[in-house]
T-cell receptor, first 112, second 112 residues
Framework: GEDVEQSLFLSVREGDSSVINCTYTDSSSTYLYWYKQEPGAGLQLLTYIFSNMDMKQDQRLTVLLNKKDKHLSLRIADTQTGDSAIYFCAERRSNSGYALNFGKGTSLLVTP | DAGVIQSPRHEVTEMGQEVTLRCKPISGHNSLFWYRQTMMRGLELLIYFNNNVPIDDSGMPEDRFSAKMPNASFSTLKIQPSEPRDSAVYFC??????????FGEGSRLTVL
């Protein structure tokens, strides 16, 4: 099947901003999501954006959506060491009910 | 409230043995998903159920894999016979009408 694409690794210094990028596959996707996975745990929803929005801000998190390019980004302001985790982009395709199509995840490392 | 509960958390078995993974979704959720996570392929949707009925099983790798949902509070994923390439973390997730997926902690399977 088609892949949701993400870069595999990102390293930032504590206090800097992190930007994680994603390219999704279905221009008709209704919702796009960012999930976080800490070691040995399941995925937890961080935030989501509806496809008719360009931007969503939630405390330190900012999501930008470019539907024309099918590009999604997650910006984490003032990144902390506790933000180190794997971040997954996911799309809800128009023809897949509630099932989500995930990228392979971006491993974020925050160094002191 | 209890989240999605999966068992066992870890399983080590020998090639050819039958493996059964179990999941209890969040009460009131009407959709249940089984995903498999590996380093190479990331998160793959295996199957999902809506109101206990399998909707899409196109991700099930082959006939060795089967999944059931006999009632709204229980699902199993069975592999028979198991092979080393089945080694992965298997996640169960459930959702209600909001579409947000709630994940369990995962079952880490190692087939020797």
């Amino acid at each position: 099947g088609e892949d949701v694409e993400q870069s595999l690794f990102l390293s930032v210094r504590e206090g800097d901003s992190s930007v994680i990028n994603c390219t999704y596959t279905d221009s008709s996707s209704t919702y796009l999501y960012w999930y976080k996975q800490e070691p040995g745990a399941g995925l937890q929803l961080l935030t989501y954006i509806f496809s008719n929005m360009d931007m969503k801000q939630d405390q330190r998190l900012t999501v930008l959506l470019n539907k024309k390019d099918k590009h999604l980004s997650l910006r984490i302001a003032d990144t902390q060491t506790g933000d180190s985790a794997i971040y997954f982009c996911a799309e809800r395709r128009s023809n897949s009910g509630y099932a989500l199509n995930f990228g392979k995840g971006t491993s974020l490392l925050v160094t002191p | 409230d209890a989240g999605v509960i999966q068992s066992p958390r870890h399983e080590v078995t020998e090639m050819g043995q039958e493996v059964t993974l179990r999941c209890k979704p969040i009460s009131g959720h009407n959709s249940l998903f089984w995903y498999r996570q590996t380093m190479m392929r990331g998160l793959e949707l295996l199957i999902y159920f809506n109101n206990n009925v399998p909707i899409d099983d196109s991700g099930m790798p082959e006939d060795r894999f089967s999944a059931k949902m006999p009632n709204a509070s229980f699902s199993t994923l069975k592999i028979q016979p198991s092979e080393p390439r089945d080694s992965a973390v298997y996640f169960c997730a459930s959702s209600h009408l909001t579409g947000e997926l709630f994940f369990g902690e995962g079952s880490r399977l190692t087939v020797l």
